[in-house]
């Protein structure tokens, strides 16, 4: 069975930083790009950044390019998601997926200003 869970997320003042994490469990987790994906209250999924198997192609979306880095640990079976100069705007609850849509249950990223 796939699982996936996310941690690492909390209350960030604007400008702060956060590092999410997501380990994954019950698949060959090297074989497969990884997404992360958030939704903001009221609002729908976004995709926000996505990872090849051997991390060297990196995608972001254009509002989160520059201060965040999407990472990965094929050892130890994680995903990362250093998020760093935060905006109100970044407030959501953080997913990872797996290309079939998978998702964790999610982590809270609150940005306060």
């Known amino acids: 069975e796939v699982q996936l869970v996310e941690s690492g997320g909390g209350l960030v003042q604007a400008g702060g930083s956060l590092r999410l994490s997501c380990a994954a469990s019950?698949?060959?987790?090297?074989?497969?790009?990884m997404d992360w994906v958030r939704q903001a209250p009221g609002k729908g999924l976004e995709w926000v950044s996505s990872?090849?198997?051997?991390?060297?192609?990196?995608i972001y979306l254009p509002s989160v390019k520059g201060r965040f880095t999407i990472s990965r640990d094929n050892v130890k079976n994680t995903l990362y998601l250093q998020m760093n100069s935060l905006k109100v705007e970044d407030t959501a609850v953080y997913y990872c997926?797996?290309?079939?849509?998978?998702r964790g249950q999610g982590t809270q990223v609150t940005v306060s200003s």
């Open positions: 997926q797996t290309v079939t849509g998978v």
């Open positions: 019950g698949f060959t987790f090297n074989d497969y790009v």
């Open positions: 990872i090849n198997s051997n991390s060297d192609r990196k």
